[in-house]
């Protein structure tokens, strides 16, 4: 059985900072290309980063570029997203995904798998 858990959300202040962490189970890891989602409410769902199955490629949206880093660490399934000067529009609910890829790139579609989401709340 296939699980993605995150965890490390939580309330901070405007300019604060918090690491969220998504612990994979039940598949090879290095056979996925992974990635950062969020959602707000009433907005649709969009990806904030990801990075490729060796950690060489990532990607972030423009509005993260410079404040979020996404990492992985293959020996422990895990991928981390270490989130600096948060601003009140980064409050979502974030979820870690994972997509099957067999090139070392990362895909912004086609995800294959989700986690539960976690809770990003920064107050203004």
């Known amino acids: 059985q296939v699980q993605l858990v995150e965890s490390g959300g939580g309330l901070v202040q405007d300019g604060g900072s918090l690491s969220l962490s998504c612990l994979v189970s039940?598949?090879?890891?290095?056979?996925?290309?992974m990635g950062w989602f969020r959602q707000a409410p009433g907005k649709e769902r969009e990806l904030v980063a990801g990075?490729?199955?060796?950690?060489?490629?990532?990607y972030y949206l423009d509005s993260v570029k410079g404040r979020f880093t996404i990492s992985r660490d293959n020996a422990k399934n895990t991928m981390s997203l270490q989130m600096n000067s948060l601003k009140p529009e980064d409050t979502a609910v974030y979820y870690c995904?994972?997509?099957?890829?067999?090139?070392?790139?990362?895909?912004?579609?086609?995800?294959?798998?989700w986690g539960q989401g976690t809770q990003v709340t920064v107050s203004s």
């Open positions: 995904a994972a997509a099957y890829l067999v090139a070392d790139q990362v895909t912004v579609y086609d995800y294959d798998y």
């Open positions: 039940g598949l090879t890891f290095i056979d996925y290309a």
């Open positions: 990075i490729s199955r060796t950690g060489r490629n990532t």
